[in-house]
């Protein structure tokens, strides 16, 4: 063997001696990024694993490791609390808009904006203006400019309603700009189909019975969020209206689930968000469809805009990727893979995320302009910045469920329960 040929083989050994290292510290060098939402089944987490992986497919540099959550209650919340203190939280997560506040003012959550500002092709206004407010509300006034997150998506209520029950009784079915009063006067003729039939069925939270108190004009808090918004006439108007359903026989019992039944057949009208339309395309065995929710005494329509955001752990150590990462799940196609499910609706507002979503679900044939709407004029779900919302709301709902239940006035509720939660606002 020549000497040339030597060398040619003890330079192509160092080569491969050499290959393994490079490689590694290569790969050393991506960024790993861990994130994290609470799916409400396999389904869903199907559909973010998807996400996740074609996110990271495009992506140089970055590796996504998505993490479902484990819990669809509110220890959810805690179990992130817990990691978040411990340093073991993943880098972006998804929250309840309601819980925006309490994870902003502990300082557990990372200021975006900065991030945002450097960003040529982040335009605010493609969201929803509601959860983008509260994403913007500062709360040290040393840094009056924030940036929270982005929502993940938004919902609002529908009215899921039998069509069948409304053609056995011989009612039309219901019209976008229909009133209370032909509300009241449909659920009083489907009960009185059979006697295990019901007009109306609402969950027991403050969503469904917040609405009857909004239609009617009042609302939980008021202007400025500082105080409680409940001691009026249209407080007493809303709940007497919805307590006269439920004392009547009307409506399906308070606190007792009314998704089962009214999948069973047995409730004509049934008010819930846009999560319920899965449940019911899988196992209704009857004509159905979504309408708007009534027009109240008001004389506006009304809803909720419930949502929930993306935010940033405020420990991570790769924020500008986490940034990234958040505006690349809140994409119009990734929004509408989301929605491709059938629970929510996209949070951005552009004509072209709308439009995914009047698409999905083309086979059920359900009315996706009925949420599209119920957005447009919803009362867009609080993060309480003044307040302690979890006591406030639980003071509320307890005494609500009082009225509907026949064992307290609406008037005693209106006239007593600012009173009962004024030491729960901060000064």
Known sequence: MTKRSILIMMIVAMLAMFAVPMTIAQDDEDVTLRWRTRP???AEIDVYTAASEQIDAEWDGVTLVYEPGGTETEDYQVVLVTELEAGTAPDVFWIPGADIATFAETGLILNLNDLAMADEDFDASDFYEGPMGFLTTPVDEDVPDVL??????VSAFGLYYNK???DEAGLDHPEADW???EFATAAEEIADLGAEI???GMSAWWGPFGYFINAAGSSFFTEDFSACGLNNDATVEGLSFAADLYQSGIAFPYASDPEGPFIAGQI?????GRWATPNVIANAGF???VATLPIGPSGEATNWLFWGAYVVNANTAHPEEAWELVTRLTDEVIQGQIADLGANIPSRQTDEAIELFLATLPDAGINNQAFVDGAAVGVTEAPLFTGNWPL??????DGVAAVLNGELSAEDFASTICDDVAGQFFD
């Open 198 to 200: 019901y007009g109306f």
């Open 40 to 42: 409400d089944n396999q």
């Open 148 to 153: 929270w997150g982005l929502p993940r998506d």
């Open 287 to 289: 004509n159905w469809d």
């Open 268 to 272: 004509g009208m049934f008010m819930n």
């Open 164 to 166: 069948d029950l409304f």
């Open 179 to 181: 009133t209370w009063d």
């Open 392 to 397: 406030i709301r639980d003071t509320y709902s």
